[in-house]
């Protein structure tokens, strides 16, 4: 299948500072990405949607302001968190697929701690 | 909004046993079907892809199918190996995927 890049995989911030997480599709062009949380033991929570070149679609409950999504080519998305804070700290996944019936790909995964 | 909703939330098999995961889903009108498999704090693995006018998809070992008049989705793993491990989710809809909270899958040697 076609390959979702996404780095860092791991990275612990302090409080109040912001991280940035890439989100590449390495072998196709990604017409829309979509970036999800996860809690330990629960499920994927979508929190934003990105077409290339315009702005994100949030989810109800997620602050855009904190949660900065760039999609600024078909093969590179970006999730910025910003103001980092202890509850912010969870598992953040990237999800892309070209046409509206094709199959989606996901990266590896970022675990955020923030200390 | 789909609800998707999956059951066992954890099984445990002994080597060579077929493996049955069932997944149920509220809208009918579900676009596409995907069955997933997670790694301990890894991403997501797509396993199998059942498209709006498909009922069925076969790849290796693995098998998924799809009813959308029951709404069930239903993944068929054979002759289970202990890499087989995994947590499997499966999500449906049209461009946004909705995620039923997995299937903790444990294979003993």
Redesign the interface.
């Known amino acids: 299948?076609a390959v979702v890049s996404?780095h860092p995989s791991r990275v612990i911030c302090k409080s109040g500072t912001s991280v940035k997480i890439e989100c590449r599709s390495l072998d196709f062009q990604a017409t829309?990405m979509?970036w999800y949380r996860q809690f330990p033991k629960?499920?994927?929570m979508?929190m934003a949607?990105s077409n290339e070149g315009s702005k994100a679609t949030y989810e109800q409950g997620v602050e855009k302001d904190k949660f900065l999504i760039n999609h600024a080519s078909l093969t590179l998305s970006t999730l910025t968190v910003t103001s980092a804070h202890p509850e912010d700290s969870s598992?953040y996944?990237c999800?892309a697929?070209g046409a509206?019936?094709?199959?989606?790909?996901?990266?590896?995964?970022t675990?955020l701690t923030v200390v | 909004k789909q609800e998707v909703t999956q059951i066992p939330a954890a099984l445990s098999v002994p080597e060579g046993e077929n493996l049955v995961l069932n997944c149920s889903f509220t809208d009918s009108a579900i676009?596409?079907l995907?069955w997933?498999r997670q790694d301990p704090?890894?991403?997501?693995?797509?396993l199998l892809?059942i498209?709006?006018s498909q009922r069925e998809q076969t790849s290796g070992r693995l098998n998924a199918s799809l009813d959308k008049s029951s709404g069930r989705s239903t993944l068929y793993i054979a002759a289970s190996q202990p890499g087989d491990s995994a947590t499997y989710?499966c999500?449906g809809g049209?461009?946004?995927?909705?995620?039923?909270?997995?299937t903790t899958v444990t294979v003993r040697a």
């Not at chain 1, 509206?100 to 996901?106: I, S």
């Not at chain 2, 704090?41 to 797509?46: A, I, N, R, V, Y």
């Open positions: 299948g996404q829309t979509f629960q499920s994927l979508l949607t598992f996944i999800s697929r509206m019936n094709t199959e989606a790909f996901f990266g590896q995964g675990r | 676009y596409n995907q997933f704090g890894k991403g997501l693995t797509s892809l498209q709006s989710l999500a049209d461009y946004k995927l909705s995620f039923g909270a997995g």
